[in-house]
């Protein structure tokens, strides 16, 4: 059974940091692509950030050198360094990894205010 926990949201001010953290069980995170994923307030769910099984990682515009991606293989576990946060990341975050189908996590609120 694939079980995906993600933690570390909270609240912060802008231009603070926060690193989220998603945890796995029942699938081994370094042989799949994982993804970061977002969900502010009236909009859709949208990709943050993934990383693939060669290391590889993909970025949305908006987080480009404020958020990194990385992963720990002997902890199974895969995390999003946030840096210069700013209200508009304001969002609940998930993490999601496909195995035969798609895996996400219950989500951890990050808020950020001005």
């Known amino acids: 059974q694939v079980q995906l926990v993600e933690s570390g949201g909270g609240l912060v001010q802008a231009g603070g940091s926060l690193r989220l953290s998603c945890a796995a069980s029942?699938?081994?995170?370094?042989?799949?692509?994982v993804g970061w994923y977002r969900q502010g307030p009236g909009k859709e769910r949208e990709l943050v950030a993934d990383i693939k099984a060669d290391g590889s990682t993909n970025y949305a515009d908006s987080v480009k050198g404020r958020f990194t991606i990385s992963r720990d293989n002997a902890r199974n576990m895969v995390y999003l360094e946030m840096n210069s946060l700013k209200p508009d990341d304001t969002a609940v975050y998930y993490c999601?990894?496909?195995?035969?189908?798609?895996?996400w996590g219950q989500g951890t609120q990050v808020t950020v205010s001005f």
């Open positions: 999601k990894v496909r195995r035969v189908r798609d895996y």
């Open positions: 029942g699938v081994t995170l370094s042989i799949r692509t």
